[in-house]
C-alpha cells in the first residue's frame, strides 16, 4: 500500500525576484487546480496541497520543520535560475529529498539561464541514462524570449538596475506559467501533458455551464466560503511567519555562539518584526529574543561584542588617532575602515592589485594610507574615500608613520636583504629623503619627531644597533654590546633583541634576551636596568604606557609591570593556567590582557586576575590594539582572517568585591565573605563590609564548601562548623557579633544542616545520629529536640511561624515536617528553594535537574520547563540553587568536577535570562541575590600570586557584582552598543534575509 503524503508537493526556490513571484502563483495554481475525475487514484475527489519554503535561509542544518516537510511530501518540485546553485539552502532540499525518496519525484522547472548553469550539483545528477541530457530532466520551461537570448544581462542585474524591466519580463513568464503549469500537474499525475490539458479544458467547458445555471446559489454561498477560505490562508500565513521566525531565532543564537553577539541581535530583531502578539508563538519567541539581547550585555570583564571579516591573512590594522575607527586590509586588493563602536563597515578603499599589509591613520584622522604587497603605497581621503595620492615603492612594507606635527611620512621596506628608509612631504607627497640599509634589519623604530631611527640588525656585528639621521642614514652612535664570558671562557657580546624610543623621546629602551635598559639619549647614562629574562620566541616582550611610567615586560608565562623612571618591580603577572603568548597593557585602567596559544584569554586588573581562560575562539590573535581609555580591545587574527571587537567594560557589573561568598542570610539581606585572610559581614551586597572578629586560633584555608556556615537575618549572630584539633571532633560554634563572644555545642555528627529561624532567636540543628534539635541563639541552651526527624539532610527551611520544616534530603528528595506535632507532611522529589505557608495551605517552590516547580498543599505540583541551555552544564553534587521571591528569579550554580557555570532564570517562565562563567576551579561557587532582587554576586575568580621566592603565597578572591536590568534598561544598552548600526544587504543575504 503506498504511503499517504500530508504534501502533495514541495516547492523549493530562492528568495529573489522574479523566483518568489513565480513559486507564489505556482503554489497556488497547483492548490486550486483540481484534475479531471477520471485521474482519481482512489476514485474520489481530490485537490493538491503544497508546501512552500517562504524565505530562503542560509543555516548550516535544514531546520526540523523544513525536514518534516521534505518526508511528507510526494513531489519535489524545483525552480532553477542563475541564483540557483549558489544556494545552499536550495541545495540541501533537493539532497534532502533524494536521500528520502529517490530522484524520480523531482520535477526542475527553468526560469533562467540553461540547465547546466542554473541547476545545482545534486539536480546535474538526476541524468537517468547515459544518452539523457539534462535538458531532458527538465519538465517545464517559463524563460520568456527575451530572457533567451544571449545578451540578456540576467535577473540578478535587472534587479539591482532596472527593476520595472525585472517586473515586466515576471508577468510574461507567469503568463508562460499558466500554459506549462499542465507539464508540472501530468509529472505529479502521471499522464500526458496533451491529455491532462485537453481533459481540462473540456472540465472546465462543463463546469462553465454548471456554474451558470447554479450562480445563484454559489453567490449565496460565496461569504460563508470566502470567510473559511481566508480564515484558513491567514492560519497558513502566520504558521508560516513563524516558522521562520524561529528558524532566524536559531540562526541568531548560532551567531552568537560564533562571538558575534551584535549581529546576532539583529538577526533576533528581524524575527520579531513580522510576530505579532496575538500569535501563538509570540512569548516563547519574545523570551528568545530576550534572553539573546540580555547575553549581548550581561558579561563581567569581557566579552566579544562583534567580528569584521578581513579575508586578509596578512593584514595589520590601524586605529584612528581618535579611536573612532579600525582600518584594515579587505580581500585581495582593498582596504576599508569600520566604526569602533559597532564594527560596521564605513568605507572600502579600491586601488591596489594585492594584499594590504599596512596602514595608518594621519594625525588628524582625514587621510588613511594603504601600503600594499604591490609596491604601491594610496593616500585616501577618509570622508570621501577619494583616492589623494600614490606612491609607488618597491618592496615589502615594514612600517608606516606620520611624524609628530603631521609634515612628514616615513615608510620603510624590505627587498631581500635590504632596507630602504623613505620621508615624505604630506603637503605634496614629494620625496625629502631617502637611505638603504644593505643589512638584514631584524628592527626598527622612528622617533617621534622623525630626526632619527634606531636600527637593530639580524646579524650581531659590531653596529647590531644603531642610531642613525633619517635625512641620509647616517650613524649618529654606535650602542655597545655588553661583552660576556661563555662556559668555554671565551668573550661573547650580548645583541640586542629588539630596541625602542622611550615615550617621552627622552630616553631609548633597550633589550636583550637578559634584561632591560633604560639609557639616556642625553648624556648616555643608564638610568636603570633590570636583569629579566625573555622568552626568545617572544613577539613583542614589553609595552610602555602612553606617558611612560609604567613599562610591562613578559618574561615566559610572568609579566613584571616596573617604574617606567626607576625600573623597579611595581607588580608582578601570573596566568597560571595560560600559555601567553601575546599581551596589551591599558595604563588608564591598570589592566592586562593576555592571550594563549589556544585563544583562551584572561584579564588582570589592580592586583587580581579578575577572568581567567575566557574563550577567544580559535587560535590566539595576532595583534591586540586597546582603545585610549580601556573600554574596548581589538584583536586581529590573521589565521581566521577575522577582526573581534572585545568589550572590556561591562555594562552591568558593579565594581567587584575583593572576597569570596560563603554565606546568606535567609532573607538575603546579610551576607558573609571571606577574604582570603578574615570572614566579614556585608548588609549591602557587598559594597561594604566590616571584618568579623573570631577569638579562636581555628587557621582559615580554602574551604571547597561553604555550605556549613549561616547568617541571622539581623546580621548578629554568626554560626559554622568545625573540627577541634587532631582530635576531629565536631562541635557548632555560635558568634554572637554584638557582644564579640562565641559558644560551642559539641556535635555527633561531622556534617549536621543548620539553619537560622527568621527571628534570628533560634538555631534548627539536624544531626542524623540525634536528630533535629532546636537552640536559643541567646544561650545556646535546648529548646526543643525532634529524635524522630532524623533524616540526613543537606539544608532546610523554616516558615515563618516556625511550624512547618522543609529539608533538602541527599536523596534529591523534600521532606516536609509538622513541628507542631513532629510528624510528617509529604515527601515532593527535588530540591526546596523556597517555603511558604498561608493557613492551612504549604507552598514550596523548588527544582529539580533542569526543571522548576511550584508545589501546593492543595493544588499539587506544577512543573516549569527551564531552558534547555540550562542543561548544557551536567548538574553536580555541589550545585548551589538560590531563589528569590520578590523577583521571581532563580540563580543556579553549577559546581561540577569538570566545569562552572551560573544561569539566571526567570523562575516563571523558565527562560534563560543571563549566564556566567566563572573561572574558579579551587573551591565550589557561591552566589547571593539582593532582597531587591536587583543585584547578584557571584564568586568569579581567584588568583595566588607570589612576589619573589622569599614571600608568602597570598590569596586573592573576587567575586562579580552583576545589576539586574529591566527590560526597558536592557533595550536601552542594546541600543547603546548597536549604536545606529543595522544589517546590511550582503549580510541579509548571508543569513536568508531578502534585502529591501
Known amino acids: 500500500m503506498e504511503k499517504e503524503y500530508k504534501y502533495d508537493a514541495f516547492i523549493s526556490y530562492r528568495h529573489v525576484e522574479p523566483d518568489q513571484s513565480i513559486a507564489k502563483e505556482l503554489h497556488r495554481m497547483i492548490e486550486s487546480f483540481k484534475p479531471p475525475k477520471e485521474l482519481y487514484k482512489t476514485g474520489k475527489k481530490t485537490g493538491f496541497r503544497v508546501f512552500r519554503d517562504r524565505e530562503e535561509l542560509a543555516a548550516k542544518d535544514l531546520s526540523t520543520s523544513i525536514e518534516e516537510a521534505l518526508q511528507e511530501s510526494r513531489y519535489l518540485i524545483v525552480l532553477c535560475s542563475k541564483r540557483t546553485p549558489l544556494s545552499e539552502w536550495c541545495e540541501k532540499e533537493v539532497r534532502t529529498f533524494r536521500a528520502l525518496h529517490g530522484d524520480e519525484r523531482i520535477i526542475p522547472v527553468l526560469i533562467e539561464g540553461e540547465p547546466e548553469e542554473s541547476f545545482s550539483a545534486p539536480l546535474k545528477d538526476l541524468k537517468r541514462g547515459a544518452d539523457e541530457s539534462l535538458q531532458d530532466v527538465l519538465a517545464a520551461d517559463i524563460r520568456p524570449e527575451e530572457v533567451l537570448k544571449k545578451d540578456f544581462p540576467g535577473y540578478e ?28 500537474l501530468a509529472a505529479m499525475l502521471s499522464c500526458s501533458f496533451g491529455d491532462l490539458k485537453q481533459r481540462d479544458k473540456e472540465r472546465r467547458g462543463r463546469l462553465i455551464l454548471t456554474i451558470s445555471s447554479l450562480s445563484g446559489a454559489i453567490f449565496l454561498l460565496f461569504g460563508i466560503f470566502m470567510a473559511n477560505a481566508y480564515q484558513k490562508a491567514e492560519q497558513a500565513r502566520q504558521e508560516a511567519v513563524q516558522s521562520n521566525a ?66 586578509n591573512k596578512l593584514t595589520y590594522i590601524a586605529l584612528s588617532n581618535n ?63 577619494e583616492e589623494k595620492a600614490r606612491l609607488e615603492i618597491p618592496g615589502v612594507p615594514m612600517l608606516t608613520r606620520f611624524s609628530e606635527d603631521g609634515t612628514q611620512f616615513f615608510y620603510i621596506s624590505f627587498t631581500n636583504n635590504t632596507a630602504d628608509f623613505y620621508v615624505f612631504d604630506t603637503t605634496n607627497w614629494k620625496e625629502i629623503s631617502k637611505f638603504t640599509v644593505a643589512e638584514s634589519v631584524r628592527f626598527a623604530d622612528i622617533k617621534k619627531d622623525g630626526s632619527e631611527v634606531l636600527i637593530a640588525l639580524s646579524e650581531n656585528n659590531d653596529h647590531q644597533l644603531t642610531r642613525r639621521s633619517m635625512k641620509d642614514g647616517s650613524i649618529l652612535e654606535v650602542i655597545e654590546r655588553e661583552v660576556k664570558v661563555d662556559a668555554m671562557q671565551a668573550e661573547y657580546s650580548v645583541p640586542y633583541k629588539t630596541a625602542s624610543y622611550s615615550a617621552d623621546g627622552e630616553s631609548m629602551l633597550l633589550f636583550t634576551d637578559w634584561d632591560v635598559r633604560k639609557i639616556s639619549l642625553s648624556d648616555k647614562s643608564l638610568l636603570f636596568k633590570k636583569d629579566i629574562n625573555f622568552s626568545s620566541t617572544a613577539v613583542r616582550p614589553f609595552i610602555e604606557s602612553p606617558n611612560g611610567e609604567k613599562l610591562v615586560v613578559q618574561s615566559y608565562s610572568k609579566l613584571f609591570i616596573l617604574d617606567g623612571k626607576s625600573g623597579e618591580i611595581q607588580d608582578e603577572v601570573y596566568f597560571e593556567n595560560l600559555d601567553m603568548k601575546y599581551f596589551n597593557y591599558n595604563y588608564e585602567t591598570n589592566t592586562i590582557i593576555a592571550f594563549g596559544e589556544n585563544g583562551k584569554y584572561s584579564i588582570w586588573k589592580d592586583k587580581v586576575v579578575v577572568e581567567d581562560g575566557l574563550n577567544y575562539g580559535g587560535v590566539a590573535p595576532s595583534e591586540l590594539k586597546y582603545l585610549k581609555d580601556g573600554s574596548k580591545l581589538i584583536a586581529n587574527s590573521h589565521e581566521s582572517r577575522t577582526i573581534k571587537i572585545i568589550d572590556t567594560k561591562s555594562r552591568i557589573s558593579a565594581e567587584p568585591v575583593y572576597a569570596r561568598v560563603i554565606a546568606n542570610s535567609n532573607d538575603s539581606s546579610k551576607m558573609i565573605l571571606f577574604d582570603g585572610r578574615d570572614f566579614l559581614i556585608s548588609a549591602d551586597n557587598g559594597k561594604t563590609s566590616e571584618k568579623i572578629i573570631l577569638d579562636n586560633t581555628i587557621p582559615f584555608g580554602l574551604m571547597k564548601n561553604t555550605k556549613s556556615y549561616i547568617v541571622s537575618n539581623d546580621g548578629r549572630y554568626f554560626a559554622s562548623i568545625w573540627q577541634k584539633g587532631s582530635s576531629g571532633v565536631p562541635f557548632l560554634t555560635l558568634y554572637d557579633l554584638e557582644k564579640k563572644e562565641n559558644r560551642e555545642v559539641e556535635l555527633e555528627s561531622i556534617s549536621p544542616a543548620i539553619h537560622f529561624s527568621d ?58 515536617f509538622n513541628l507542631e506535632t513532629g510528624e510528617p507532611v509529604e515527601e515532593i522529589p527535588g530540591e526546596a528553594l523556597y517555603l511558604e505557608r498561608n493557613g492551612e495551605e504549604i507552598r514550596i517552590k523548588g527544582i529539580q535537574n533542569n526543571t522548576a516547580f511550584n508545589w501546593s498543599s492543595k493544588s499539587g505540583l506544577t512543573s516549569i520547563e527551564m531552558d534547555e541551555a540550562c542543561a548544557q552544564t551536567p548538574v553536580g553534587f555541589d550545585d548551589v540553587n538560590l531563589y528569590n521571591e520578590n523577583a521571581g528569579l532563580l540563580l543556579m550554580i553549577r559546581n561540577n568536577d569538570t566545569e562552572r557555570k551560573a544561569y539566571v532564570v526567570d523562575f516563571a517562565s523558565g527562560r534563560l535570562k543571563m549566564s556566567f562563567t566563572p573561572s574558579i576551579k579551587k573551591y ?73
Open 759 to 816: 527571628d534570628g532567636k533560634e538555631i534548627l540543628l539536624l544531626d542524623e545520629k540525634e536528630g533535629l534539635k532546636i537552640f536559643s541563639t541567646e544561650d545556646l541552651s535546648e529548646l526543643q529536640s525532634f529524635p524522630e526527624i532524623n533524616e540526613s539532610a543537606e539544608s532546610m527551611f523554616l516558615s515563618e511561624d516556625n511550624k512547618i520544616l522543609a529539608l533538602n534530603r541527599f536523596s534529591g528528595i523534600i521532606s516536609l
Open 924 to 996: 565550589n561557587v557561591n552566589g547571593h541575590i539582593s532582597p531587591d532582587g536587583k543585584t547578584i554576586v557571584i564568586d568569579q575568580s581567584y588568583y595566588a600570586k607570589q612576589y619573589n621566592p622569599d614571600a608568602q603565597e597570598a590569596d586573592y578572591m573576587s567575586s562579580a557584582v552583576y545589576k539586574i536590568l529591566s527590560k526597558e534598561q536592557v533595550e536601552e544598552e542594546i541600543n547603546k552598543i548597536l549604536a545606529g548600526r543595522t544589517l546590511t544587504k550582503k549580510e541579509k543575504e548571508q543569513i536568508g534575509i531578502t534585502a529591501e
Open 157 to 184: 542585474t535587472l534587479q539591482n538596475e532596472n527593476k520595472g524591466k525585472l517586473h515586466e519580463l515576471t508577468k510574461q513568464a507567469l503568463k508562460l506559467l499558466k500554459t506549462e503549469k499542465y507539464r508540472i
Open 246 to 311: 524561529r528558524i532566524l531565532m536559531k540562526t541568531s543564537k548560532d551567531i552568537a555562539k560564533e562571538g558575534d553577539y551584535l549581529k546576532s541581535v539583529l538577526v533576533a530583531q528581524e524575527a520579531m518584526k513580522s510576530i505579532g502578539k496575538n500569535m501563538k508563538s509570540y512569548e516563547s519567541l519574545s523570551g528568545e529574543e530576550s534572553s539573546i539581547l540580555n547575553d549581548a550585555i550581561y558579561h563581567g570583564g569581557a566579552s566579544t561584542l562583534t567580528s569584521i571579516s578581513t579575508g
Open 323 to 385: 579611536d573612532k575607527y579600525i582600518a584594515y586590509g579587505l580581500d585581495n586588493n582593498m582596504a576599508a575602515i569600520a566604526d569602533v563602536e559597532n564594527g560596521e563597515v564605513v568605507r572600502e578603499f579600491s586601488g591596489h592589485s594585492q594584499q594590504v599589509k599596512l596602514l595608518v591613520f594621519s594625525n588628524d584622522d582625514k587621510l588613511l594610507v594603504s601600503a600594499s604587497f604591490d609596491g604601491s603605497v594610496i593616500i585616501h581621503d577618509v570622508e570621501t574615500g
